[in-house]
């Protein structure tokens, strides 16, 4: 598996302001992925993170909320903007490693908006 | 009807039983399929990877899918507490682009009681 590490592993943000999670992943991979999971529910998928091109969004999720940019193949950030409390949740990035089908996730960013 | 379906639970078993965890989609189109065990405040881990009809086993775990009923099965031979975790089924879908995603279902809570 790709080894996928993320920072910073938790925050505790005010009402307002922004935050970047990086994701770094120890080998070239075909696709990243960004990931909500709030309280005792299922993985949301935020966008796709293209590589030297705009991000691809899902329904519900937009560019200027969540800005993402993907400067190369190994590496990724996620913006989260203008934060409010429903933004509290727990942030994760994934990979697709190349040659292979198969998704891994990072260890998570643990967001909480006050 | 959702993508991606499972029964939350809680799917509880003794200690050594065999524990089975099932999963129906909706789309035909879609070409892999895999399992994720999510321990509470942990990332997804991959655990299972399946995809034609018929079983797949790996140690304890067995994956099964029927691509004609749509459902896919992961079976845990002598359960041990330690598996007590959410486990999440996904599916790969690839489109006429290339594009894939993946979409998860909502996860089954299983307990291993001692």
């Known amino acids: 598996s790709a080894v996928i590490s993320q920072k910073p592993s938790r925050d505790i943000c005010q009402r307002g302001t922004s935050l970047t999670i990086q994701c770094q992943v120890d080998?070239?991979?075909?696709?990243m992925f960004w990931y909500r999971q709030q309280p005792g529910q299922s993985l949301t998928l935020i966008a796709t993170a293209n590589q030297g091109s705009e991000a691809t969004y899902e329904s519900g999720f937009v560019i200027d909320k969540f800005p993402i940019s993907r400067p190369n193949l190994t590496f990724s950030t996620l913006t989260v903007s203008n934060m409010s409390p429903e933004d509290s949740s727990i942030y994760l990035c994934s990979v697709v490693r190349i040659s292979y089908n198969e998704q891994f996730f990072g260890p998570g960013t643990r967001l909480t908006v006050l | 009807q959702k993508e991606v379906e499972q029964n939350s639970g809680p799917l509880s078993v003794p200690e050594g039983a065999i524990a089975s965890l099932n999963c129906t989609y909706s789309d035909r189109g879609s070409q892999s399929f895999f399992w994720y065990r999510q321990y509470s405040g942990k990332s997804p881990e991959l655990i299972m990877s399946?995809?034609?009809?018929g079983d797949k086993e790996d140690g304890r775990f067995t994956a099964q899918l029927n691509k004609a009923s749509q459902y896919v099965s992961l079976l845990i031979r002598d359960s041990q507490p330690s598996d007590s975790a959410t486990y999440l089924c996904a599916v790969l879908l690839m489109n006429s682009g290339g594009y894939q995603k993946v979409t998860f279902g909502t996860g089954t809570k299983l307990q291993v009681i001692p």
């Open positions: 399946i995809y034609s009809n």
């Open positions: 080998s070239q991979v075909t696709m």
